[in-house]
């Protein structure tokens, strides 16, 4: 059949009606979906007014001209869905935030190269040879910075469960498996203790006065116990005050105790951190020699276990879930420190040093996605004066954290809001709600997991930076954002 160019073109009066009706069709349903799209809100649109609610929730909170951030993560669509702030892609001052990045990290670690080791042993040089044991003592650390008194004193019960009545050398304190240069302490307070391979009690001593009769000192103790402290006792006890005890620290083993304590007044404790607590730790295991009979000719001091000394006792720490549990819950630098150390220490030999933490927590967060332009972590604990984060970066860590097989120890470490830890008391109660809390003389922080009032899984992370933004008040602005996420219904 010769093919006609021109019936392709021609359409008769029926197709032409068809035609237009089709047209017309066409035209008001284009018109229907532009009245849509002028007249219902967009997602964006609602997030939008969210972000301005919650802005002005907050803002009566907030010191003027702070900066200040804000995002929150859908967890399961692993989306920002909050980003609202003075400061939101600028990095801040975290302070113990960091503390969930060491988590991370050690967790990650752990399933991978098996649990950290941070045995405290008790080892000597020499044979027990009629009831004398020839030789030194070793007290090794490995950096389980809550080791207490009294497991000090179980190992000085198996001295004396295997005969020994005397010590013809030192007791030697080795605390080289690590090595704290970069993490000194520029802040005063028991909350600031040196971290380090070896010592008691998060690194601290703890003084006590309780009032004794009218007219004369009040009673003291000392803990860990340690002989070698010495107390300028400058304080009575009273019936009536007229000025409160005070206790002084001049060195780790000196203190001066002035003031006056009333009658029948309940104890007086007050805690101080230890710049060497290797040493005080020795002095504590001197100090129960002593009390078991068992004489020490030489004296304490800084030294390294021998290869070949032979183990006595040994002081298990605890699970690294309850570590990390005690770490965040209350916010321990000592340990969060110590396990940066540690980590580093043990992902490239030892001894661990800051540089090895710091690389190996720089490696962890590069296989989560992260580049080193999203943090700069300067150690384990966030009193550093280099960590800077920005609040996205947090909130999308942790987003990222929930998949991973180690997420639930993670989870459990972080204190309730309004029931736990640092969160203890604070105007929101909900248990759905782990938060971290991180504060320093200029800095407010928290950041964490909840849900909305649909169910909806969140991330999130709220940063304030401003001078005295520390101390002035700043968990009515934390309760705030908290109560808000819960209370929003986020699609």
Same mark, same amino acid.
């Given at each position: 059949?010769?093919?006609?160019?021109r019936?392709?073109?021609?359409?008769?009066?029926?197709?032409?009606?068809?035609?237009?009706?089709?047209?017309?069709?066409?035209?008001?349903?284009? +018109?229907?979906?532009?009245a849509g799209?002028v007249?219902?809100?967009f997602?964006v649109?609602?997030a939008?007014?969210?972000? $301005?609610?919650?802005?002005?929730?907050?803002?009566?909170h907030?010191?003027h001209?702070a900066?200040?951030a804000?995002?929150?993560?859908?967890?399961?669509?692993?989306?920002?869905?909050?980003?609202?702030g003075?400061?939101?892609?600028k990095?801040?001052v975290?302070?113990s935030?960091?503390?969930?990045v060491?988590?991370?990290?050690?967790?990650? @670690?752990?399933?991978?190269?098996?649990?950290? !080791?941070?045995i405290?042993?008790?080892?000597?040089d020499?044979?027990?040879h009629?009831? $004398?044991l020839?030789g030194? #003592?070793?007290?090794?650390?490995?950096?389980?910075?809550?080791?207490?008194?009294?497991?000090i004193?179980?190992?000085?019960?198996e001295?004396?469960?295997?005969?020994? &009545?005397k010590?013809?050398?030192?007791?030697?304190?080795d605390a080289?498996?690590?090595?704290?240069?970069?993490?000194?302490?520029k802040?005063?307070?028991?909350?600031h203790?040196?971290p380090?391979?070896?010592?008691?009690?998060l690194h601290?001593?703890?003084? &006590?006065?309780?009032?004794?009769?009218?007219?004369?000192?009040?009673?003291?103790?000392?803990?860990p116990?340690?002989?070698?402290?010495?107390?300028?006792?400058?304080?009575?006890t009273?019936?009536?005050?007229?000025?409160p005890?005070?206790?002084?620290q001049? !060195?780790?083993?000196?203190?001066?105790?002035?003031?006056?304590?009333?009658?029948?007044?309940?104890?007086?404790?007050?805690?101080?951190p230890l710049?060497?607590?290797? %040493?005080?730790?020795?002095?504590?295991?001197?100090t129960?020699?002593?009390?078991s009979?068992?004489?020490l000719?030489?004296?304490?001091?800084n030294?390294r276990?021998?290869?070949?000394?032979?183990q006595?006792?040994?002081?298990?720490?605890?699970?690294?879930?309850?570590?990390?549990?005690d770490?965040?819950?209350?916010?321990?630098?000592?340990?969060?420190?110590?396990?940066?150390?540690?980590l580093?220490?043990?992902r490239?030999?030892?001894?661990?040093?800051?540089e090895?933490?710091l690389?190996?927590?720089?490696?962890?967060l $590069?296989? #989560?996605?992260?580049?080193?332009?999203?943090?700069?972590?300067a150690?384990?604990s966030? %009193? @550093?004066e280099?960590?800077?984060?920005?609040?996205g970066?947090?909130?999308?860590?942790?987003?990222k954290?929930s998949?991973?097989?180690?997420f639930?120890?993670?989870?459990?470490?972080?204190?309730?809001a309004?029931?736990d +830890?640092?969160?203890r008391?604070?105007?929101f109660v909900?248990?759905?709600?782990?938060?971290?809390?991180?504060i320093?003389e200029d800095?407010?922080?928290?950041?964490?997991y909840?849900?909305?009032?649909?169910g909806?899984? #969140?991330s999130?992370?709220? %940063?304030?930076?401003?001078?005295?933004s520390?101390?002035?008040n700043m968990?009515?602005?934390?309760a705030?954002?908290?109560?808000?996420l819960?209370t929003e219904?986020?699609?």
């Amino acid at each position: 059949m010769q093919y006609n160019s021109r019936h392709e073109n021609t359409v008769n009066p029926v197709s032409k009606r068809l035609l237009r009706l089709r047209a017309q069709s066409f035209l008001l349903a284009m +018109g229907m979906l532009l009245a849509g799209l002028v007249f219902t809100p967009f997602p964006v649109g609602a997030a939008a007014q969210t972000e $301005e609610r919650i802005t002005g929730k907050l803002s009566p909170h907030l010191p003027h001209k702070a900066l200040w951030a804000l995002v929150v993560v859908d967890m399961a669509k692993e989306k920002e869905i909050i980003h609202i702030g003075t400061a939101v892609n600028k990095p801040m001052v975290p302070g113990s935030l960091v503390k969930l990045v060491t988590a991370g990290a050690v967790l990650d @670690h752990a399933a991978s190269y098996g649990k950290l !080791d941070m045995i405290t042993t008790l080892s000597s040089d020499g044979l027990i040879h009629h009831h $004398e044991l020839l030789g030194n #003592l070793y007290l090794t650390g490995r950096g389980d910075a809550i080791v207490s008194s009294e497991a000090i004193r179980g190992m000085v019960w198996e001295l004396s469960r295997r005969g020994v &009545t005397k010590i013809t050398g030192d007791v030697v304190v080795d605390a080289t498996l690590l090595d704290a240069q970069g993490l000194e302490r520029k802040r005063k307070g028991a909350a600031h203790a040196s971290p380090g391979a070896l010592g008691l009690d998060l690194h601290t001593v703890a003084i &006590t006065a309780y009032p004794s009769q009218a007219g004369e000192a009040p009673v003291i103790k000392v803990e860990p116990v340690n002989n070698s402290v010495r107390i300028a006792m400058e304080a009575r006890t009273v019936e009536t005050t007229a000025s409160p005890l005070k206790i002084s620290q001049l !060195d780790d083993l000196s203190f001066r105790i002035s003031g006056n304590i009333p009658i029948g007044a309940g104890p007086f404790r007050q805690r101080f951190p230890l710049s060497d607590p290797a %040493i005080y730790a020795g002095g504590t295991l001197r100090t129960m020699l002593q009390e078991s009979n068992i004489s020490l000719a030489g004296e304490v001091r800084n030294g390294r276990t021998p290869a070949a000394a032979t183990q006595l006792a040994e002081i298990e720490p605890p699970g690294l879930d309850a570590m990390l549990r005690d770490m965040n819950m209350n916010s321990l630098n000592v340990v969060a420190d110590n396990l940066l150390l540690i980590l580093g220490g043990q992902r490239f030999a030892p001894p661990g040093t800051r540089e090895k933490g710091l690389r190996a927590v720089s490696e962890f967060l $590069e296989r #989560l996605g992260f580049t080193a332009d999203d943090a700069r972590i300067a150690d384990g604990s966030g %009193i @550093h004066e280099g960590n800077r984060v920005t609040a996205g970066f947090m909130a999308r860590y942790l987003q990222k954290a929930s998949v991973q097989p180690w997420f639930d120890s993670l989870y459990a470490s972080l204190p309730r809001a309004g029931m736990d +830890g640092t969160l203890r008391g604070m105007d929101f109660v909900d248990e759905r709600f782990r938060v971290k809390t991180g504060i320093l003389e200029d800095a407010y922080a928290l950041a964490g997991y909840g849900v909305d009032r649909g169910g909806r899984r #969140l991330s999130f992370a709220f %940063i304030v930076n401003h001078p005295g933004s520390g101390v002035m008040n700043m968990e009515k602005a934390g309760a705030a954002v908290l109560r808000h996420l819960s209370t929003e219904v986020f699609s």
